[in-house]
């Protein structure tokens, strides 16, 4: 098999309540140093809204960040990492499951369903991912329990690798240098196909 090319870049995306300019996409930037970073914000963010866009909005607005990002680094979108927090990771995930190409999802705090509403998944997209997968989460984030992350990742037919910090809720907080790390030592390594491995680390 020949070695897998490393990326060009990793494109990150904020949650719905927050923007690029949020603390744990700039701790995971400074981490991977020299890998290139480009942390983007919705339309919605930039027009100086709160509410989000839908998700073909959304969605598209990460295909044209990423189509522009790879374009400045002399690359294809497929040298791209994409991902970020909470339900700017599950977009890049949608717009990889509808086509767009890339070299793997970094994908924080996944939001698996609404607090409180477990039979309310996001899943149906993910049997489309084909592409090594990062889930870094809590194991006491009300949008998804390790159990319920566990199963429905074991969908995806890329490799996936799950972080898990103990502890843990959606925000993350005070998780920041462990999140880094796991996106550094991740990257360093992007496992082959193969079955879902998972880490826990103290919080």
Known sequence: MAPRRRPAGLLLTPGAGSDASHHTLVAIEEAVVPLAVRRVDFPYRKEGRRAPDRAP??????????TEFARSRGARTARLLLGGRSKGGRMCSMAVAEGLPAAGLVLISYPLHPPGKPDRLRVEHLPLLEVPCLFVTGTRDPFGTPEELEAATATIPGP???VWIEGGRHDLKGADAQ??????????????????????RGA
């Open 160 to 162: 996936v690798t799950h």
């Open 57 to 66: 909005k959304l969605i598209e607005s990460i295909r044209a960040d990423a």
């Open 179 to 200: 999140i880094a790390a796991a996106v550094v030592e991740w990257i360093a390594d992007l496992p082959p196909a193969g079955p879902a491995t998972s880490l826990t």
